[in-house]
């Protein structure tokens, strides 16, 4: 995941993850995980 996120600076939308997790081809639970 993103270095921002892990380290908690930012805290990103749901619509932020969900984009994410599309653009790697995993499922939002698994970046989640």
Request: glycine letters at 6%.
């Amino acid at each position: 995941m993103s270095p921002i996120i892990e380290n908690g600076k930012r805290n990103p939308t749901l619509a932020t993850i969900e984009k994410l997790a599309a653009a790697l081809g995993v499922s939002t639970d698994e970046l989640l995980k």
